[in-house]
């Protein structure tokens, strides 16, 4: 019998997702969990005769899976959510949403906004999220405070905000975070330039060189549009893709965000050198940013990771209708019904974002010995009756609102869609007071 200290939970589902093996849907199956981590996968009436003591949850109509990675987000921006609609990216970013950063963004309005994103991607099936913004200590804090997992960014522009004056300070005041937070369990973290069109050639090198130090990734906006690819064109010479690798970016640590308009030879640079894509359906098509490539990037072996952007430009942080979305688009803009299949795209949700974050040996399947970060999918509502398959249901019919219980750690930080530790009209409070601050202008 396998012993482990403290108390032992099973959790008993109708179905059980793993995402590995790739084709496997366990029926009859137990998850046992314990010290944060999964104990065992096995059939029920074996889970109950070895874990005698351990406390049961039953799930007779759900699908278990591995909690959801939204491998791209700006969290705190879920304050300006419908703030500035229906406009292209520069417009967007350079006369309303960088004015309103300038105006408002503060550490308060970090905490706030991040705590607020945390709790709607927690309700959505959310256990890891991968953040670039500013004041990311305060991030850190929310992080903290509400349970999630995170990667957290440190931030570089080449230009002075409110939270930092120049490259160096930006650097300075991440990796003082960083340094700070580094034995926080449920953190990592990422170098988080934002783009080739605000970094320079010196901040990236030194990006690369911090990156290979600390081991961490480079979570970084790339050809996101046309207008952003003919800009750089005219001011460096060149595509940013082939200026990021003179300078050592392109390699297994780069999360590539967006990644819209990649062609064939960059695609295969990317597959070559073991890059990662952050792909974000929604926002692409709201910022009419166009379609990424994306069923070129699978062909290829890119491992593809899904992401929301922030809620800015999406405008909710749902990575089912990502998931979704990633598949239709990939089928419509291929010709192809079968170019990305429902499991393609929950595991591009999942263990694609583990991948691209390096936290894969930790969590993004349901395996023994990973991080008992976990997620439960209601599926016996009358809209989603009958179910021939829980895959194509969780990507095909189901939605955020169907998720009933979320584990993190082991631990359960929603309850048949309650919060276990946060405060739900408090949140609901501070995003109505940032409100009133925004639109008084």
């Known amino acids: 019998m396998t012993t482990v200290s403290g108390t032992i939970q099973l959790i008993e589902p109708r179905w059980i997702i793993p995402i590995v093996p790739a084709e496997a849907v366990l029926e009859g199956h137990a998850v046992a969990v314990g010290d944060g981590r999964i104990l065992d996968v096995l059939p029920s009436g074996e889970a109950r005769r070895r874990y005698p003591d351990a406390g049961v949850t039953t799930l007779p109509d759900h699908a278990l899976i591995p909690g959801l990675v ?23 970013l350079q006369e309303h949403i960088w004015p309103a950063e300038a105006r408002h963004v503060s550490k308060e309005f970090v905490h706030d906004g991040t705590l607020l994103a945390i709790a709607e991607l927690l309700r959505g099936g959310v256990t890891c999220m991968n953040d670039m913004y500013f004041f990311p200590e305060m991030a850190a804090d929310a992080v903290i405070e509400s349970g999630i997992r995170a990667a957290l960014g440190i931030i570089v522009i080449d230009f002075p905000t409110v939270y930092a004056a120049d490259a160096q300070d930006y650097l300075a005041k991440g990796l003082a975070m960083r340094d700070a937070h580094k034995h926080e369990s449920r953190l990592s973290f990422c170098m988080a330039p934002h783009a080739p069109y605000t970094v320079s050639d010196a901040t990236f090198g030194r990006i690369v060189t911090l990156a290979e130090q600390l081991d961490i990734p480079v979570h970084v906006h790339v050809h996101e549009t046309a207008g952003e690819l003919q800009d750089h064109i005219a001011r460096h010479g060149v595509r940013p893709i082939e200026r990021m690798q003179s300078l050592g970016l392109i390699g297994p640590g780069l999360i590539s965000v967006h990644s819209v308009h990649l062609n064939a030879a960059e695609i295969e640079l990317y597959a070559s050198h073991g890059c990662h894509v952050a792909h974000c359906p929604s926002s692409n098509l709201k910022l009419a940013s166009g379609f990424a490539p994306v069923t070129a990037m699978l062909d290829a072996g890119i491992n593809v990771a899904l992401g929301t952007d922030g809620a800015a430009s999406n405008n909710s942080l749902d990575l089912f209708e990502e998931m979704r979305l990633a598949a239709l688009v990939a089928k419509g803009a291929s010709g192809r019904a079968d170019a990305l299949p429902a499991r393609t795209a929950l595991t591009m949700a999942t263990l694609g974002g583990a991948r691209a974050l390096g936290l894969e040996e930790r969590i993004g399947s349901i395996e023994v010995d990973k991080r008992a ?11 989603l009756a009958p179910c021939y398959d829980p895959v194509s249901h969780l990507v095909y ?45």
């Open 373 to 383: 970060d976990l997620v439960a999918v209601n599926l016996g509502s009358l809209e």
């Open 70 to 92: 939204n491998a791209h987000i700006h969290a705190a921006m879920a304050l300006m959510r419908g703030l500035a609609d229906d406009l292209p990216l520069m417009r967007w």
């Open 397 to 441: 019919s189901a939605g955020r609102s169907d998720v009933s219980h979320v584990w993190v750690d082991g631990e359960l930080l929603v309850d048949e869609r309650r919060f276990t530790r946060l405060d739900e009209a408090n949140l609901v409070a501070r995003a109505r007071r940032w409100q009133g601050i925004l639109a008084a202008k």
